[in-house]
T-cell receptor
Framework: SQQGEEDPQALSIQEGENATMNCSYK?????LQWYRQNSGRGLVHLIL?????REKHSGRLRVTLDTSKKSSSLLITASRAADTASYFC??????????????FGQGTILTVHP | DAGVIQSPRHEVTEMGQEVTLRCKPI?????LFWYRQTMMRGLELLIY????????DSGMPEDRFSAKMPNASFSTLKIQPSEPRDSAVYFC?????????????FGPGTRLTVL
């Protein structure tokens, strides 16, 4: 079963607007990562936030993590047409049989219109 | 660095045939992961290796699937016999040291179509 669930499933915005995607998960994590997938391509790592962190920035990306609510959000500011892609959250736990596993959500399809 | 290399990029085969997918991880990476992506089930981890040893194969759907990593620079995923429901994009990914804090680098994927 999927650990992370993204919301919304699809998001359509105009260039220049901000895009916010949310991710909820079920079990305790060591870190949460966000990946981007352009159509027909492999996934590309965007940003990683550890369980003891609350917010992280990378360029136009801002990620928050609320471990009490088991949720994370990815904000893309001043979106561009090139940001059009699917975005996935993935959680990692440490220890036990799931050590090192990445469990992905179903993804959010973002479309940025020029 | 060339990144994670997968071959073939596309494979079309008939039901019952054997299919072998290949992956070359990034040099120096000691973790290798095989994923499958479909519209219905999303991204699923099939199996992963650490230092060429399989660590968790609980995601392998059934005995028709097998994976090997004979050395640090090569891995295969084999399906025998293949079935139409195996049609999907198969990704290989690798990472360095403990993947607990490190990102995974994905290959471009192999799009498999079983007729």
């Amino acid at each position: 079963s999927q650990q992370g669930e993204e919301d919304p499933q699809a998001l359509s915005i105009q260039e220049g607007e901000n895009a916010t995607m949310n991710c909820s998960y079920k079990t305790s994590i060591n870190n949460l990562q966000w990946y981007r997938q352009n159509s027909g391509r492999g996934l590309v790592h965007l940003i990683l936030i550890r369980s003891n962190e609350r917010e992280k920035h990378s360029g136009r990306l801002r990620v928050t993590l609320d471990t009490s609510k088991k949720s994370s959000s990815l904000l893309i500011t001043a979106s561009r047409a090139a940001d059009t892609a699917s975005y996935f959250c993935a959680t990692q736990t440490a220890g036990g049989t799931s050590y090192g596993k990445l469990t992905f959500g179903q993804g959010t399809i973002l479309t940025v219109h020029p | 660095d060339a990144g994670v290399i997968q071959s073939p990029r596309h494979e079309v085969t008939e039901m019952g045939q054997e299919v072998t997918l290949r992956c070359k991880p990034i040099s120096g990476h000691d973790y290798l992961f095989w994923y499958r992506q479909t519209m219905m089930r999303g991204l699923e981890l099939l199996i992963y290796f650490n230092n060429n040893v399989p660590i968790d194969d609980s995601g392998m759907p059934e005995d028709r699937f097998s994976a090997k990593m004979p050395n640090a620079s090569f891995s295969t995923l084999k399906i025998q016999p293949s079935e139409p429901r195996d049609s999907a994009v198969y990704f290989c990914a690798s990472s360095f040291r403990s993947p607990v804090y490190n990102e995974q680098f994905f290959g471009p994927g192999t799009r498999l179509t079983v007729l």
